[in-house]
């Protein structure tokens, strides 16, 4: 028996688009991109400054549509031009998925059907965890990245009153316009970070799916000198600390709806410290 053609709408009705941010992908890009046609018609690459043979990848291909930042502006710059497309061209959900070939596109629709309006507990954002599955070898995350991970994960819960179980994963759904109010302005690879904050601060309703955890390439680096891990934790923290700052308002207006007076700090209580 064939397999059912992949659509660009769900049970529901709703349009979706899956959007890949890649940089210097050669060696994986095609290979992701097919898989991601068996489950999706609506596929964006945003090809953010690429130096290697991925524009001629993507040139070659006439299934995908592709945005092309000229110079590299960073994750978080090509996600925002994903949030970006899927706002003007009217989508109702937007996926995000990476490029390095540890994601499995066949767990698409169950992100998008999780946005579902009509569904029990309709998400805004449905964010894939590795960490959600109590079983899950968590020993095949480098070790480095696994205690970052972990560390900011709880400082997120404690200072937002979320319920992460993993803040980094790539791998999610958005509620298109639930993307209207996030404003994000980190353009690296903590602007996911900023997200969280600002989601909090809108009360967005958030969700995990439980995703392999996956390493193909353990070798990858971040670049510079986010590659020291006590660096990149300090530019967790700024880009965290900015973004609460920024939402002061709105986290004041919810601590006020609760007591009828004072200011949500963003500190962290005593039982996260």
């Not at 958030?206 to 510079?224: A, M, Q, W």
């Amino acid at each position: 028996m064939s397999s059912p053609q992949p659509t660009n709408f769900t049970a529901a009705g709703l349009r979706f688009l899956t959007a890949l941010p890649v940089f210097n992908e050669e060696k994986h890009v095609d290979r992701v991109l097919d898989e991601v046609r068996k489950y999706a018609t609506d596929i964006l690459v945003v090809d953010d400054g690429s130096t290697d043979g991925t524009g001629a990848c993507l040139a070659e291909r006439d299934d995908i549509s592709v945005v092309t930042h000229e110079q590299n502006q960073g994750y978080g710059a090509a996600l925002k031009t994903a949030f970006e497309y899927a706002i003007v061209h009217r989508y109702d959900v937007l996926v995000t998925i990476d490029c390095d070939g540890q994601h499995e596109p066949q767990r698409i629709l169950a992100l998008v059907n999780a946005c579902d309006p009509n569904s029990n507990y309709p998400a805004d954002i449905v964010s894939g965890s590795r960490y959600l599955d109590p079983d899950a070898e968590v020993n095949k995350a480098p070790m480095d990245r696994r205690r970052i991970n972990l560390q900011i994960t709880e400082e997120l819960n404690c200072r937002f009153g979320l319920n992460l179980t993993d803040a980094f994963c790539g791998f999610k759904a958005y509620r298109v316009q639930a993307l209207a109010v996030l404003h994000p302005q980190e353009t690296g690879y903590a602007m996911p970070l900023e997200l969280w904050v600002q989601a909090a601060a809108h009360r967005l309703r958030i969700i995990e799916r439980s995703v392999p955890l996956v390493y193909l390439e353990e070798e990858r680096t971040f670049g510079g000198a986010l590659d020291d891990g006590d660096t990149r934790l300090r530019y967790y923290h700024r880009v965290i600390d900015r973004a609460m700052e920024a939402c002061q308002k709105a986290f004041a207006l919810q601590d006020e709806s609760k007591s009828g007076s004072g200011a949500f700090q963003g500190t962290f209580p005593e039982a996260c410290l």
